[in-house]
């Protein structure tokens, strides 16, 4: 399984980016698929995550009703729109994907599959 993810850019504050995440290779119809990010010297976080099947999604306290994570299964590819970005959001940002599927905080850990990241910063 590969992830592939893109859109990372330059944007001011309050500005919105949209992230891609495409995923190749994937045999399994359930599982979930997951937004982390990492700033520097400071370890990965989680961001955001949703089951492949099933319409629930689940957010970091620090990005609920500005990020929204959706994914279109016929192309196994998973977005996250990024609304309102601050200079705190500015990371590297990673896509994962796991097998299983996964209810609230067990979704912040446990993806098997990760892309290479993409860089976002947010200038003030």
């Known amino acids: 399984v590969q992830l592939q993810a893109s859109g990372g850019g330059l944007v001011q504050t309050g500005g919105s980016l949209r992230l891609s995440c495409a995923v190749s290779?994937?045999?399994?119809?359930?599982?979930?698929v997951g937004w982390f990010r990492q700033s520097s010297e400071k370890e990965r976080v989680f961001v955001a995550a949703?089951?492949?099947?099933?319409?629930?999604?689940y957010y970091a306290d620090s990005v609920k009703g500005r990020f929204t994570i959706s994914r279109d299964n016929a192309k196994n590819t998973a977005y996250l729109q990024m609304d309102s970005l601050k200079p705190e959001d500015t990371a590297v940002y990673y896509c994962a994907s796991r097998t299983n599927r996964c209810v609230g905080s067990a979704c912040y850990s446990g993806y098997d599959y990760w892309g290479q990241g993409t860089q976002v910063t947010v200038s003030s």
């Open positions: 290779g994937r045999t399994f119809k359930s599982g979930a």
């Open positions: 949703m089951n492949w099947v099933g319409g629930l999604t």
